[in-house]
């Protein structure tokens, strides 16, 4: 699919290499289409050995396995879960699943993620009121590492586990740990905009054996160890299927030549866009840390320039150029209006400036230039 100017240029499309279709083709052959099967086994191999992390169960969707790591920790209903207010709802949707209540946190401005000084003014709060909360739920947004060192050490002080949603930010690390191996359990995303993708798939990830075994377990409908089908507990199906596995290792093939060309767009766009006043690239790097860039991001600095992030979507709009706002801080939803917020002014301010520009790895000089004229004509 290469784009000829009048081509509809999208955000973030899939980017498929040659061997998806291999391992898709393997699976129909040897009539493995379900249930779990080699791809699945190798899919989370795969993960595994890039990762470094010791054990993985992948599933239908990083949604399922936030709701299943949750889980994992202890959270159940009545109970209170950290959340960063800038992310995408899917983050904090599975508390609600189990009758828990986000209480929202605010980012800091570096790395657009969340606060440790608002986190630990929240966490001491919640105690004052009673309620120690029962997980922190630690996003790497647009996959830019957060404030690792300093949020680990607040979520230890207080003994609050750890889940790392690292939907974003696959191939992504601080100090050349991958993301997503830093929390108690840590979550993967492979929808279709994602940097690599199944067409919709996750994965749930962890040191901790035990932990994934139960995952396992409550994906495949929580079956006893019996001949029949007994259930002692509530299971979901939350598989991913032997044929989707198959896409997933083609795509694993290639996850660090993706890294690299997200990285790569980034960078251009830094290096000729720089020149127009009030336009700002963003979130940066934390000391040790290495994004995967998986949506290039700006800001418009309102003191710098009239133009504002909706006329500017409006006008690449025109151009056949998709872009899109910054996620919508939780706090300012309708779904999460009576759920506690610790700051606000950071993500809030990140939401009326921001915009994300096309990034997707399959993206070629032109589409760049294409991108780069249009926004100039907006903003130059
Ligand atoms: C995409 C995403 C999810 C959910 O993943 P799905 O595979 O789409 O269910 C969760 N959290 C964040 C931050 C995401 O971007």
């Given at each position: 699919m290469r784009s000829q100017d009048h081509d509809r240029l999208f955000l973030s499309p899939p980017h498929l290499g040659r061997h998806e279709l291999n391992y898709v083709h393997k699976a129909i052959e040897d009539n493995w289409v379900a249930p779990a099967g080699p791809n699945l086994a190798g899919f989370e191999?795969?993960?595994?050995?890039?990762?470094?992390?010791?054990?993985?169960?992948?599933l239908s969707s990083g949604t399922a396995a936030i709701h299943l790591g949750l889980l994992l920790l202890g959270v159940g209903a009545g109970d209170e879960v950290l959340c960063p207010s800038f992310t995408f709802v899917a983050t904090a949707n599975p508390i609600t699943?189990?009758?828990?209540?986000?209480?929202?946190?605010?980012?800091?401005?570096?790395?657009?993620n969340m606060c440790p000084d608002r986190l630990r003014e929240a966490i001491t709060d919640r105690i004052a009121r009673g309620c120690t909360p029962k997980a922190l739920l630690l996003v790497h947004l647009y996959g830019m590492p957060a404030r690792l060192p300093e949020l680990l050490?607040?979520?230890?002080?207080?003994?609050i586990?750890?889940?790392?949603?690292?939907?974003?930010?696959?191939?992504?690390?601080?100090?050349?740990?991958?993301l997503g191996t830093f929390g108690?359990?840590?979550?993967?995303s492979f929808n279709g905009n994602k940097i690599i993708t199944t067409s919709g798939g996750g994965a749930l990830v962890s040191n901790q054996p035990e932990l994934v075994e139960k995952?396992?377990?409550?994906?495949t409908q929580a079956k006893d160890p019996a001949p029949y089908y007994q259930h002692s507990e509530t299971g979901y199906n939350y598989r991913l299927s032997n044929i989707l596995a198959g896409i997933g290792r083609g795509q694993m093939e290639l996850i660090e030549d993706r890294v690299k060309k997200r990285r790569e767009i980034y960078a251009w766009y830094c290096t000729h866009l720089n020149e127009l006043p009030g336009l700002c690239f963003g979130p940066s790097e934390p000391t040790g840390g290495k994004s995967n860039r998986w949506l290039s991001t700006v800001l418009l600095d309102p003191a710098q320039t009239s133009g504002t992030p909706e006329q500017l979507r409006l006008h690449l709009e025109t151009r056949n150029i998709e872009s899109r706002p910054?996620?919508?801080?939780?706090?300012?939803?309708?779904?999460?209006?009576?759920?506690?917020?610790?700051?606000?002014?950071?993500?809030?301010?990140?939401?009326d400036q921001g915009l994300c520009l096309p990034s997707g790895s399959a993206m070629t000089d032109a589409d760049l230039r294409r991108v780069a004229g249009a926004v100039r004509e907006a903003l130059g």
């Open positions: 191999k795969d993960l595994c050995e890039y990762t470094g992390v010791s054990h993985c169960v992948a699943y189990l009758g828990a209540r986000p209480v929202f946190v605010d980012s800091e401005a570096q790395t657009w050490r607040i979520a230890a002080e207080y003994r586990p750890v889940l790392e949603d690292a939907a974003e930010a696959l191939g992504a690390r601080f100090e050349g740990r991958l108690d359990v840590g979550v993967f995952a396992r377990f409550l994906a910054l996620w919508k801080p939780l706090h300012l939803q309708p779904l999460f209006a009576e759920a506690p917020m610790y700051g606000g002014a950071v993500c809030e301010r990140l939401f």
